[in-house]
């Protein structure tokens, strides 16, 4: 029996247990996940995705494309679950007791956008830099090497030091937040609406999803051994302190750089409507209340 067979088998038994009604329904594919939220949000007071920070945020940008007043509920059953994390529900139990509960929050939703254009909205984080080129580049070593989709960890660390030899990294970058401008080069920045990056690092630690704001965690140009620092004091949210972390908050902030750059939100590398998958100037701005969740 395999792991999603027997998750799946466990999530219906506790659901089963405390009388929670449903319907289940399996997607085969990421288009075929589009396709059933866009049929069902309407359809439904409650819809609830199972699967990780991903699944949430393609169900996320569907709900919002079809103006669906629901209640999102959210299982967390991938390989990176921050968003279950952030908000009590990181295990089958609290989830399914919370979609018992039937408790609604509102919460703000982070939108990318480009000339004004949203392209995509997010629960969680957006960034740049050395996130989203390990997340492509990890994904392609994935498809030709599928050893290496179950060596995440390893395939992470090959990545941060291709982005290290190719010189991908640092990005020039200019960033305005309000009246306040930062530029430099950056290994990485983080625009959140949430606590939690890279499976369960603290790297906002300020952040509330329901205030109105976006906490952006810049990290300027160092070494990949002082970096690895930085990513260990992350697990405790103590980087923050580190001379070469900056932390900002704000309702928008413009990115801008000569170096075209690609965005990676909640595990998803963000495209244009046709494909392109690179930008040098988007928004990162906060939707407050956008979004009804279910949680504790």
Same mark, same amino acid.
């Given at each position: ?10 999530l ?20 075929h996940l ?18 990780g920070?991903s ?10 494309a ?21 908000f009590?529900?990181?295990s ?22 480009e ?6 909205? @997010?629960?969680?984080? /957006?960034? %740049?830099?050395?996130? #989203? ?5 990890? $994904?392609? !070593? ?6 290496l ?29 309000e ?25 906002n ?18 070494? @990949?051994?002082?970096? /690895?620092? %930085?990513?260990?004091? #992350? ?5 923050? $302190?580190? !001379? ?10 413009e ?21 392109r ?20």
């Amino acid at each position: 029996m395999g792991r999603a067979l027997r998750r799946k088998l466990k999530l219906e038994q506790i659901l089963r247990h405390l009388e929670v009604r449903y319907d289940l329904i399996m997607s085969r594919s990421e288009a075929h996940l589009r396709e059933l939220t866009r049929e069902h949000a309407n359809k439904y007071g409650t819809l609830v995705g199972a699967g990780g920070d991903s699944t949430f945020h393609i169900m996320v940008n569907e709900i919002m494309a079809a103006g669906a007043d629901v209640n999102f509920g959210l299982i967390g059953v991938g390989s990176s679950n921050d968003i279950t994390l952030e908000f009590g529900v990181d295990s089958l139990e609290k989830a399914c007791r919370a979609l018992k509960g039937g408790r609604a929050r509102r919460i703000d939703l982070g939108c990318v956008r480009e000339g004004g254009t949203p392209l995509r909205y @997010f629960i969680g984080q /957006a960034n %740049i830099g050395l996130g #989203a080129f390990v997340n492509m580049r990890v $994904a392609e !070593a994935a498809l030709r090497k599928p050893w290496l989709a179950k060596r995440q960890t390893l395939a992470g660390v090959l990545s941060i030091r291709k982005a290290y030899r190719s010189k991908s990294i640092p990005l020039p970058v200019k960033i305005d937040a309000e009246t306040r401008r930062t530029e430099g080069d950056f290994v990485a920045a983080i625009f959140s609406n949430i606590r939690f990056w890279a499976t369960g690092k603290i790297i906002n630690p300020e952040a509330v999803p329901d205030d109105g704001q976006l906490d952006a965690c810049l990290i300027r140009d160092c070494s @990949f051994f002082r970096l /690895a620092r %930085i990513s260990r004091l #992350a697990d405790t949210g103590r980087h923050t $302190a580190a !001379a070469e972390v900056e932390i900002l908050r704000a309702p928008a902030f413009e990115v801008t750089s000569e170096k075209p750059f690609e965005i990676q939100s909640d595990g998803e590398i963000i495209r244009t409507p046709d494909g392109r998958p690179t930008f040098n100037g988007v928004t990162f701005s906060i939707v407050p209340r956008a979004l009804s969740l279910i949680c504790p």
